[in-house]
């Protein structure tokens, strides 16, 4: 019996602990007094899902790459997003969205313009950028057919390591290597 009454104060022990720091976060970033490394606000889609490796950008400039594994779905036009470093890492935590969401500043970004004409790809497909550097599609990942002249890209260096390309018109994202 006092073995089981152990187990239960441990549980319940654990359980409070969970809860206290969970809500300490929550109220934190709720708590006007806690100042958040950086606020901007998302200028994308408002019926978008943040799910893993989704990129967002917001009006400041800064480039996110979502971390979490969750779908989380933003319904608010144009939310708030506040900053918070959690240890090493970020979080978001976007207006509407009750769920901090981890995140990972990407620092390293391009933008450019393709010189001429964009077909799409095909997993081997290169472009030529407009300030001169060339671009090669660097994995497979379906293929996209389009017909846009010159579109705006943004190419930049993710978590892990990677670039990735997004262009502008294009839902998809694709892995690409500079050639």
Known sequence: M????????????????????????????ADSSVKPLYSSVYDGNPNITFTQGSIIKLKSGQYYEILDKSNIKNMTANPTVNVYKDGKKLNLVIQNISTPI????????????????????????????????????????????????????????????????????IKEITTVKRK
Do not use: H
């Not at 073995?3 to 109220?27: D, E, G, M, Y």
């Open 2 to 29: 006092k073995n089981r009454n152990s187990v239960v104060q441990f549980l319940l022990a654990f359980f409070i602990l969970c809860s206290v720091s969970n809500f300490s976060f929550a109220q934190a970033a």
């Open 102 to 169: 981890k995140a990972f500043l990407i620092k390293d970004v391009l933008e450019s313009t393709i010189d001429g004409d964009f077909k799409g790809w095909d997993g081997n497909t290169s472009w030529k950028l407009v300030n001169g550097d060339t671009w090669q599609q660097e994995f497979e990942n379906g293929n996209i057919y389009a017909n846009l002249f010159r579109p705006a890209v943004t190419i930049m260096r993710v978590s892990d390591g990677t670039y990735k390309m997004m262009v502008k018109g």
